[in-house]
């Protein structure tokens, strides 16, 4: 079974600085995989999909992930954090029959 | 476009109540899937109807159903609540035509159970 597993459950960094958010996927064909934000008391927003046309892939609010086969990883990045982007981010793959497989998703924190 | 819409907000019932849970798909979309996500996790598929009928189930006791209607509409019904089944529930829509499965989430419906 499909199986998503995001590295730490807290990111910090400072305003202007890098963001990384890691995601490794457990299958060996490379699904379709997706990353959400969630705002407090929000339901989930789609930030980008990947969906095998290209490997880098474009998102909104300045967000892109890359996806690697080799490492079956997508992680997402946004070169320099904006306070507003303080919120849950969750990996998410597709689990067969239209449903989502979760990570336990990744708060991150952004100091001025 | 109209997105997807759930109803309550938020819900306080007692162990053993029933309770109803509403959502509105998407305009154009066909198919509703439903997500517990309890405090701190992330969401787990309950599970998925399309035309009206269950298309896939996570692992979920039965007492957790659910309907769909043929405005695309959808409601989560559950039985004999337990304590455990306080979560957020997170219903989705999104178009069964589309290669990858793109699904737009509602607000959700905080349920809180006493």
Known sequence: AQSVTQLGSHVSVSEGALVLLRCNYSSSVPPY????????????????????????????????????KSETSFHLTKPSAHMSDAAEYFCAAEGGFQKLVFGTGTRLLVSP | ETGVTQSPTHLIKTRGQQVTLRCSSQ????????????????????????????????????????????????????????????????????????????????????????
């Open chain 1, 33 to 68: 995989l997706f990353w959400y934000v969630q705002y407090p008391n929000q339901g989930l927003q789609l930030l980008l999909k990947y969906t095998s046309a290209a490997t880098l892939v474009k998102g909104i609010n300045g967000f892109e992930a890359e996806f690697k």
């Open chain 2, 27 to 114: 305009s154009g979309h066909n198919t509703v899937s439903w997500y517990q996500q309890a405090l701190g996790q992330g969401p787990q598929f309950i599970f998925q109807y399309y035309r009206e009928e269950e298309n896939g189930r996570g692992n979920f006791p039965p007492r957790f159903s659910g309907l769909q209607f043929p405005n695309y509409s959808s409601e989560l019904n559950v039985n004999a609540l337990e304590l455990d089944d306080s979560a957020l529930y997170l219903c989705a829509s999104s178009n069964s035509a589309s290669s990858y499965n793109e699904q737009v989430f509602g607000p959700g419906t905080r349920l809180t159970v006493l």
